[in-house]
């Protein structure tokens, strides 16, 4: 036989060998992965298939769907067309087996209920964990395209849930830890359609290996028509909006267990009463003109704007809002000046950590630890 001859002959056993191992393993993976689902504390799950890809070194899984078990919701928590999973080649010839994750259309569903029952905020499960069970690979790369988030309170309606649409993006450098002298060092940059026609963006950075949380986030959202949360304003300040645009600006920084930073929302052109509008509840009325009479009190006319600086702190298990610097900021936009609007790039990692040896509790306690009487007893 010629050796040409034998090289085919040899691919070919290779190629036969291959295909067997594949239809195989696909069904004994498949098993594997929906018994973990169904395993999982207050949820359950399926998925529909899945596609070994041993060339590329991978797999791929399709209709995944994951429901929070008795809460009656009419959605799912977790749904995706495809999650696909595969070995990072430009890693792996630097001497790294990781792994690149790609989810196609992914879907969440967050619903706060009346009840812990009939909620479905995803708390009674380590998803991280499940998702490296499922997976049994290290990721430095996951993608998401074309996602959805939704999120729906007590008395707000399926239809009329907070909707990001279009969520674009990526995290990247997850497990290159050891090698960075950086404080945090894995970025995340996400793209999002909010509502119809708001622009929003997601970006920062986060040690995935911090024993407490430890990350630095931007967030943007702009172009929302406040008529289009009507039922979100009726529910909560029984009001409703005429007109307006409503824009948001947020920065969070976590180390060592605590956090800081700010929210900064912004309305513009606002007009939520109108004598125009028929209402046939008197009261519901009158509040609506006391609202709108607010919203005009603390307006900054040259701008036409109402605006306030949130600052956000504390701990990570108890978070805080000064209602206090809330309201005097409030003031202070709609008689001295307007906010800019953008974020300031005024938090981060570094500004916690100096926070904290600025706080006197948190000095006192280092010195607590350091008193050599108490070493000594």
Not at 115 to 137: A, D, Y
């Amino acid at each position: 036989m010629r050796r040409r001859n034998k090289w085919l002959l040899a691919l070919a056993i290779v190629a036969v060998v291959l295909v067997g191992i594949r239809l195989a393993l696909e069904p004994v993976l498949l098993d594997y992965a929906n018994d973990k689902l169904d395993a999982l504390p207050s949820y359950g799950g399926h998925i529909d298939d899945l596609d070994l890809a041993l060339l590329r070194g991978g797999y791929d899984l399709k209709g995944v769907e994951i429901v929070k078990t008795g809460a009656g919701q009419p959605v799912p928590f977790i749904k995706a067309d495809r999650i696909e999973a595969t070995v990072e080649w430009h890693s792996l010839l630097r001497g790294k087996l990781v792994a690149e994750g790609d989810l196609y259309r992914p879907q969440v569903n967050l619903v706060k209920a009346e009840s812990e029952q009939k909620s479905q905020l995803g708390k009674e499960v380590n998803w991280v964990e499940q998702f490296k069970e499922l997976f049994p690979f290290r990721f430095n790369t996951v993608r998401v395209h074309d996602g959805t988030l939704t999120f729906r309170a007590p008395g707000i309606q399926t239809q009329d849930a907070l909707v990001a649409r279009h969520i674009d993006g990526t995290l990247s450098n997850l497990t290159n830890v050891a090698d960075s002298t950086k404080e945090t060092f894995a970025r995340f940059g996400f793209t999002a359609e909010v509502l119809h026609g708001g622009k929003a963006k997601l970006d920062g950075t986060i040690d995935p290996l911090a024993v407490k949380p430890t990350f630095d986030l931007n967030l943007g959202v702009k172009n929302v028509e406040l008529p289009q949360v009507n039922p979100w304003l009726t529910r909560f300040i029984k009001a409703d909006a005429e007109q307006g645009e409503f824009e948001l600006y947020m920065e969070i920084a976590a180390a060592d267990g605590k956090f800081k930073g700010y929210a900064k929302p912004v309305m513009r052109d606002v007009n939520i009463y109108s004598s125009k509008e028929p209402e046939k509840n008197p009261l519901k009325r009158l509040w609506e003109g006391l609202v709108d009479v607010a919203a005009n009190i603390v307006e900054n006319h040259q701008e036409d704007q109402v605006a306030a600086r949130i600052p956000l702190s504390g701990t990570i298990e108890k978070p805080n809002a000064d209602l206090f610097a809330t309201i005097g900021s409030v003031l202070h936009n709609g008689f001295v000046s307007a906010f800019a609007r953008s974020i300031e790039g005024s938090i981060s990692v570094r500004s916690v950590r100096e926070s904290r040896k600025d706080d006197p509790k948190e000095i006192d306690g280092e010195n607590k630890k350091d008193d050599p009487k108490k070493r000594k007893g």
